[in-house]
């Protein structure tokens, strides 16, 4: 089992960036592949990014591509999302999620994973 927290969300301003952090503990953080994910008022959970266990193979939702960079720090068990270039509809509350199935590209739908942080809020004012 691992336990994870979020952390770095706050208010910003359109075109400004932030830095999520998501620390892992527990179970060894690279059996996990990791995602982040976001949930904005009245709508579904979506996906955001997500990365492999040893760091490869990141992939994003076209709405964040360009934008939007994940990386892991296997050393201290530290999952990372920069934030570049915000927009007012990135307000959500960001969460991360593990899963152990996977070995290769992560899915992008939220039932495959099975761990969650209590996620942290971006707020994004125009």
């Known amino acids: 089992q691992v336990q994870l927290v979020e952390s770095g969300g706050g208010l910003v301003q359109a075109g400004g960036s932030l830095r999520l952090s998501c620390v892992a503990s527990?179970?060894?953080?690279?059996?996990?592949?990791m995602g982040w994910f976001r949930h904005a008022p009245g709508k579904e959970r979506e996906f955001v990014a997500a990365?492999?266990?040893?760091?490869?193979?990141?992939n994003y939702a076209d709405s964040v591509k360009g934008r939007f960079t994940i990386s892991r720090d296997n050393a201290k068990n530290t999952l990372h999302l920069q934030m570049n270039s915000l927009k007012p509809e990135d307000t959500a509350v960001y969460y991360c999620?593990?899963?152990?199935?996977?070995?290769?590209?992560?899915?992008?739908?939220?039932?495959?994973?099975?761990?969650w942080g209590q996620g942290t809020q971006v707020t994004v004012s125009s």
């Open positions: 999620a593990a899963s152990a199935k996977y070995t290769g590209v992560m899915p992008r739908t939220p039932a495959a994973y099975d761990y």
């Open positions: 527990g179970r060894t953080f690279t059996t996990y592949g």
């Open positions: 990365i492999s266990r040893i760091g490869d193979r990141p």
